[in-house]
């Protein structure tokens, strides 16, 4: 009775390691297919892509089913690469500007002769301004 009894235990043991590689096989090459409502799914096991497989006009044939992840992944990486490149170009702005003043002293020298010319100007029409205000004033 123990020897049967035992056997069974070991039986039973062997038969759930068998059960539980069924259920999560070892990665491998090729594909699995797992039934899905009237369909199957066809698994890529080395890269995780997904197809839904039918049988339409009684030939059968496969879907890619578009995997969110893989399109989120794609977009992360292109912008990724585009916050890297630029950075690169900021930084590299940033050190051009770190380096040349905004105005050499031919540009500065003229920029203020042109704001002494229009201080010249207004002073000139605010003259006129006010000239005309006295005349306006004054008694005829």
């Known amino acids: 009775m123990r020897a049967i009894l035992a056997a069974l ?3 039973g043991a062997i038969g759930m390691s068998l059960v539980a590689q069924a259920q999560n096989p070892p990665p491998e ?3 699995s297919l797992q039934p899905a409502v009237g369909d199957y799914l066809k ?3 080395r ?3 997904v197809s839904l497989c039918a049988s339409r006009g009684g030939a059968w044939s496969c879907e890619l089913i578009a995997d969110d992840r893989k399109a989120y992944e794609e977009r992360i990486g292109e912008l990724e690469a ?3 490149k630029l950075e690169k170009r900021l930084a590299a702005l ?3 500007s770190a380096r040349a003043p905004l105005l050499d ?3 500065e020298k003229r920029l203020q002769e042109f704001m002494d010319l229009g201080d010249r100007m207004f002073r000139h029409f605010f003259d006129l301004v006010e000239r005309l ?7 005829i």
């Open 9 to 11: 235990l070991a039986f």
């Open 29 to 31: 090459d090729g594909y």
């Open 43 to 45: 698994i890529d096991r």
């Open 47 to 49: 890269t995780g892509d």
């Open 82 to 84: 585009e916050n890297e």
């Open 94 to 96: 940033e050190a051009q």
């Open 105 to 107: 002293e031919e540009d």
């Open 133 to 139: 205000r006295e005349r306006e004033e004054a008694p």
